[in-house]
DNA sequence: GCCCTTCTTTGACGGATATCAAATTCAGCG
DNA sequence: CGCTGAATTTGATATCCGTCAAAGAAGGGC
């Protein structure tokens, strides 16, 4: 088994990666597929090991939006999990997903015996409530261009400055149409700041991008 | 001391209420005053008592946004503290205010020690989350009417039907202009939905109100 | 290699809301 | 009881951005 990647496993102790792999059970989901139902019950901690997921929320009326893109080392539901909550919003696999499970008392038991385990599970749902912060900053004072770049900056991190998202979904995670993305990304290509291309879009220029982010400001 | 109310108090276990009362340390503050400052390290987890808080952030140029109205029974950067991170935006007192007030090792320890605490507080940190992911969607995909509605519903709860609020407090919270807020209420009155004044308004008709936050769905 | 679906681009247009401006009302206080 | 500053209301105007419409690219499968 290779070591998995992202925030819940970084650093995590060897001891506990294996005993997690152990006790937890593994699934696979193909792209389309959903991990788990809104309004189902929260019963079980949901670990991404690999693959993309797209976090969505809809409107009885069905306006959707992109909540999170998420990837390895990823805790989807993680908060409902632990506040005894029904889950707040499905995540459908984009690529080929592998996921770790554990039933909710398990998770529970877990973290009481394990501080380390606490204490990461925790910063990952602080983290989760600081950029949904940021982001409802965001779309409530700032206009449409600065949105799209700060989520561009998000989803597309050092050092790779690359992303897989299609205009749709960065659309729906900036609060506006992928008309607009789509026009907004033309001309930053047209500036040299990014190398856009099908589902597909790489920043060129990361200083300059985080000028069109905040133009006062820097 | 009289038994304080509101979401954490709400269910406590006397013996429990005692303790937190004694390892505690009170503190008051007039209105205008600020609770922590962003930035600060979260060292401290903080209860409201007694008193209207308001949190709020600011960018750097100055655009503002209100991002929470609290009162008794609220922890304030509960999450930052338990995430080890900086407090996320700072809550000014807007009435008088009473709060409790106890060191990070100290609180982590009585979550540590005590489930009953940690379960209510985690539901505490889930519901918040919950409550930003909806505002989130709602400016993402709603028009400003029902925004507002929406806000309006949820600062000011059954049974009171009741808030005392500024239109600039709502705007900033719906993710608009207080004058585009005062257009709205205007419109309700006259239609007798609202019963509003200064600083000040009622719910007359609260599922006429529930319909302008959905049109369609009711 | 070609078709077909999905994704993307671009233009024209209209409308919901912010912005600008000014009057009005209200509450607290001396 | 009038003054004063804050909160609110209301109107006119401007504009950003969503909507409508249609035409390209770019993969993927057969």
Redesign the pocket.
């Known amino acids: 088994m290779s070591q998995p990647s992202g925030p819940f496993f970084e650093n995590m102790p060897a001891d506990l990666l294996q005993e997690l792999h152990r006790t937890g059970s593994l699934r696979t989901f193909a792209p389309g597929e959903t991990l788990f139902y809104e309004e189902d019950r929260a019963d079980q901690l949901l670990a991404i090991i690999e693959g993309r997921v797209r976090v969505w929320r809809t409107s009885p009326r069905g306006a959707a939006m992109t909540v999170h893109l998420l990837g390895p080392g990823a805790l989807p539901g993680a908060a409902a999990v632990f506040g005894g909550m029904v889950y707040p919003a499905p995540p459908t696999a984009i690529t080929d997903v592998r996921t770790l499970g554990w039933p909710i008392e398990r998770a529970e038991n877990m973290l009481q015996e394990n501080a380390w385990l606490a204490s990461s599970v925790l910063k990952i749902i602080a983290h989760r409530n600081e950029e949904m912060l940021q982001r409802l900053h965001e779309v409530s004072t700032q ?3 600065q949105r799209v770049a700060r989520t561009l900056l998000r989803v597309a991190p050092e050092p790779a400055n690359f992303t897989p998202a ?3 979904e960065l659309a729906e995670l900036s ?6 993305v ?2 907004i ?2 001309r930053w ?1 047209a500036d040299g700041l990014v190398d ?5 879009i790489r920043i060129a220029d990361r200083s300059g991008l985080a000028q069109r982010a905040d133009p006062v400001c820097g």
């Open positions: 206009p449409v261009e299609t205009r749709q609060a506006t149409t992928l008309h607009t789509s026009r990304i033309s290509e856009a291309g099908r589902r597909r």
